[in-house]
Each structure stands twice: as C-alpha cells, then as structure tokens.
C-alpha cells in the first residue's frame, strides 16, 4: 500500500497589501517567525531570499487597488525529509502575465540553475529597467524550484525546497 | 583616512572611505528599494573616485549587511562589468568582506565571484 503523503502543515498564511517599502519587514518576521520550526539559519536564508524577492515581485506588478495579495508559508514531510513552500499570490496587471510566463519558463527550463543564474547576470548588466534576476537568484543561491499557476485573475508562484533529512533540493 | 561620502536613511546606511592603496565602502542595515534609490550612483561615484585615487582595491564590507535584493545586487553587477571593462592600468580589485552569521552572504558572494572571476575575491570573517 503506498504511503498516504503527510498533510501540509501551514506555518503562515498572510494577506496584504502589496507595498514594495514592506517587504523586508515582512521577510524579517518571518525569518523570525520560522527561525524556532526551521532551526536551521541556511535554511532561513533561503527562505527569505525566495521571500523578498516573491513579494518584490508582487508588489511591482500588481494591479493597483486589486484583492491583496497573499503570502502562504508551509512544511511538510515526505520520504525524502521536510518541503518548505512560499506560495505569493496576486493579481497581476494583464500585460506582464506574459512576461511573467516567459520569466518563469526561462528560469526554470535550464538544467544548470547556477550556469542560468550567470546568464541572466550577463543580461542585468546590459538591462536598463528592472534586474531579471529575482526568479533566477531564488533557484540559483535560495536553491529551491519555481512554479507558476495561473487562475486568473489570479497568478501564484510557488518556490519549494527540501531539506532536513533528505539534504538540501 | 579620508571620508568620501556618507548615506544614511531609516534602515539603511553607507560610508566610504579613502585609505592608503584602498576604498572601504561599509553597508549596514538593509538593501532593498530604500538603498536601491542610491546604489547605481553610489558605485558610480566609487568607480570615478578609485580611477582618479588610483587605489589598487576597492573594499566592500557587508559585514553589518542583513540583506540585499536582487535590484542591488543588479546595480552591483554593473558596477563589476565596468571595471572588468576598465582598460588594465585603471582596474582594481574587489574585496567583498562577509558574515558567517549571514548565509545569504555566502550564497550571494559565490554567484557574483563568478561572474567577475578574477577581479573579486572575498573573505568570511
């Protein structure tokens, strides 16, 4: 009989008002928050990395006076050891949702998440708006995978990484 | 040891400094969208400063660093590009100074050493 996945276990789960000046205080709570579940300050590195630059994101593009946003941290433990899930959800304005896509795909397609980080670093450097880099660094240095769902008017992206037991994703 | 410029906002500060052969430009606080509003200007000025000094390195202490978002880190690799571009008499060397007690150091410093391989070099304190 296969084994039954452990329920999700959720740490946190916040509504907001996107505001670019909040981010860090939000990342620093919740480094706080996590700090005593996680007891692994890498871990919590990489959790706030993935953080900021979610809700960065979030707060760059959505529509102005939309549904908040939404900020869902949970843990789980499978075979492998414990996933850790941010999930940020907003709406987005309907002329970056392509780009949005476009992002994500070219962040997570590359087998080589470092050697991608390097490329999208080339490309900031020639870019004038805005980095490009945010999705990259949170799969290159946060070390966790990315996901897109859309439900619209919704977008949520969702970074996971394991580690515990099974070691770092 | 000469002052050359000094930023101070609510959550974020700058100082940087002529020493001898060296710039010591020290971070403390956050780099988010607040620091973010000085950074390109900052290494700008940096970058003009170290030519015209012509000091052979450029310190940057993250030390008291908590964070840096990735529009910093953006402005950071401009500034990397530029002087990996500077003809060779000008070019000087990058000495970021890290925390172990900040991970996110470690793990931002590794991309950015490779990126300007040769012309980076950090050290953990």
């Known amino acids: 009989m296969p084994n039954k996945p452990e329920p999700r276990s959720t740490l946190l789960d916040l509504s907001f008002t996107p505001s670019l000046e909040q981010v860090s205080t939000v990342r ?3 480094e706080e928050f996590c700090q005593p579940v ?12 993935a953080t900021h630059e979610l809700l960065e994101n979030a707060s760059k593009y959505s529509v102005e006076g939309a549904a908040p946003s939404r900020l869902q941290v949970s843990i789980h ?3 492998h050891g414990k996933e850790l899930s941010i999930r940020v959800s907003n709406v987005p304005a ?7 896509k ?5 962040v997570t397609e590359p087998e080589d998440a470092a050697q991608a980080y390097q490329l999208h670093m080339v490309a900031a450097a020639l870019r004038g708006e805005g980095s490009g880099l945010g999705l990259a660094r949170i799969r290159a240095e946060a070390e966790m995978s990315l996901a897109l769902t859309i439900n619209e008017p919704y977008a949520c992206v969702e970074a996971v990484a394991t580690f515990g037991d099974g070691g770092e994703s | 040891m000469t002052e050359l410029a000094k930023l101070t906002e609510t959550t974020f500060s700058a100082s940087v400094v002529h020493d001898a052969k060296d710039i010591i430009v020290r971070f403390t606080g956050n780099a988010d969208v607040t620091a973010q509003k000085h950074f390109e200007r900052l290494f700008g000025d940096v970058h003009d400063q170290a030519r015209k000094l012509g000091v052979s390195r450029v310190q940057i202490d993250l030390r008291e660093l908590m964070f840096m978002n990735s529009s910093c880190i953006k402005d950071v690799i401009v500034w990397l590009e530029k002087v990996r571009k500077t003809e060779e008499a000008q070019r000087y060397l990058v000495a970021f100074l890290s925390s172990r007690s900040q991970p996110w150091q470690r793990r931002s410093l590794h991309a950015l050493s490779h990126f300007a391989r040769g012309i980076v070099s950090v050290e953990v304190c």
């Not at chain 1, 007891?39 to 990395?49: E, S």
Request: aromatic share 4%.
């Open chain 1, 102 to 106: 476009a992002t994500v795909a070219g």
């Open chain 1, 77 to 79: 433990q499978n075979g």
């Open chain 1, 38 to 49: 996680l007891n692994d300050p890498d871990m919590v590195c990489r959790m706030a990395i």
């Open chain 1, 94 to 100: 309907p002329e970056h949702v392509g780009d949005l």
């Open chain 1, 28 to 30: 620093r709570f919740l």
